[in-house]
């Protein structure tokens, strides 16, 4: 016997939409818990879409507040979380060093890093 579904897919998606794509403030906006909110994105593909575009529009503004605390307001914080983050493919990692000392003498270590091989 079919289960009948609580809520429409236009109810959840007008539920995810009202919050951003959040899960859990959708399934507090519907009454429901939020495995009930994932279960409608694991079954329903416009549901999905849905949840994924409104997301995506989140953490697009979330990105513009970063960018214009890092480029307009100058902020050191935002510059490197940004270059930590979004410019990790063009190099800006962090470098971490090994301190190995032995009866209070420092031994000294080579570290060789080799290009990564191509696929092919």
């Not at 100058?74 to 979004?86: D, E, G, H, M, N």
């Amino acid at each position: 016997m079919a289960r009948t579904e609580r809520y429409t897919r236009e109810q959840m998606i007008e539920a995810l939409e009202a919050a951003k794509g959040m899960v859990y403030l959708a399934a507090k906006h519907l009454g429901c818990s939020h495995t009930t909110v994932y279960n409608y994105i694991k079954r329903y593909a416009s549901v999905r879409l849905v949840q994924e575009q409104t997301t995506g529009e989140f953490l697009d503004s979330v990105e513009l507040k970063l960018y214009q605390a890092a480029l307009r307001d100058s902020k050191p914080w935002a510059i490197q979380f940004a270059l930590r983050t979004k410019g990790k493919q063009r190099g800006y990692t962090e470098a971490r060093g090994l301190d190995i000392t032995t009866k209070g003498e420092k031994v000294e270590t080579n570290i060789i890093i080799l290009p990564a091989k191509e696929d092919g």
